[in-house]
């Protein structure tokens, strides 16, 4: 019973948030007088020194396969935890209460 309150809970935040974004702009519009400038790129010579980071490389296959799996690790975790800590719940109020 626990696990299909997590599914239960985990279906119905999904829900929840998908029909919010359907039904709200993404995008606050704001007046143009608050817009900030645009942004200006900087000169070809505070680059050489030093003032904005650079990539050491061109990613590749593989930098990118590791930042797929490392992404999909660590949401697979907070999944996990969520999932854990309902479960933990639903045990303590289940003993609160009296059952099984």
Do not use: C, K, N
Request: hydrophobic fraction near 50%.
């Amino acid at each position: 019973m626990p696990y299909l309150l997590v599914l239960v809970a985990a279906l119905a935040s999904g829900v929840a948030v998908a029909a919010y974004t359907l039904r709200h702009d993404p995008v606050a519009v704001a007046p143009p007088r608050t817009w900030s400038p645009p942004a200006v790129d900087p000169a070809p010579e505070s680059l050489a020194q030093g003032r904005r980071s650079q990539l050491p490389s061109t990613p590749t296959a593989q930098t990118r396969v590791t930042g797929i799996v490392g992404l999909l690790i660590a949401v697979l975790a907070g999944a996990g935890i969520i999932a854990g800590g309902f479960y933990l719940l639903w045990e303590a109020l289940s003993r609160a209460l009296g059952g099984p």
